[in-house]
Nanobody, 124 residues
Framework: QVQLVESGGGLVQAGGSLRLSCAASGRTFSSYVMAWFRQAPGKEREFVAAISRSYGRTSYADFVKGRFTISRDNAKNTVYLQMNSLKPEDTAAYYC?????????????????WGQGTQVTVSS
């Protein structure tokens, strides 16, 4: 398994941008599908984006398409989430997750490892 540590969250005005990072420990990072989920208070955790182990195949939730971009650097054991045109409804704790295999699953039940989360707050 890998240990995941997110960073980059914070407070930003609507329309602004943030870049989240997730650093993974271990030497098998490139064997994991990586994803970002988010959870707002009182709501269930929801899928945001996922990226394949290599070749950059990606999947996005409809509500972030065209605004967020997921990427990874296997040499640095890091996955990123570039968030542009942020909206107040994007306010949530954002979690990095890792899954073995090849599927870009949107279900949190298919991810084996999770970070502790980083808070993103978007003010109107």
């Amino acid at each position: 398994q890998v240990q995941l540590v997110e960073s980059g969250g914070g407070l930003v005005q609507a329309g602004g941008s943030l870049r989240l990072s997730c650093a993974a420990s271990g030497r098998t990072f490139s064997s994991y599908v990586m994803a970002w989920f988010r959870q707002a208070p009182g709501k269930e955790r929801e899928f945001v984006a996922a990226i394949s182990r290599s070749y950059g195949r990606t999947s996005y939730a409809d509500f972030v398409k065209g605004r967020f971009t997921i990427s990874r650097d296997n040499a640095k054991n890091t996955v990123y989430l570039q968030m542009n045109s942020l909206k107040p409804e994007d306010t949530a704790a954002y979690y990095c997750a890792a899954a073995q295999g090849y599927s870009l699953s949107v279900s949190n039940r298919n991810y084996d490892c999770w970070g502790q989360g980083t808070q993103v707050t978007v003010s109107s």
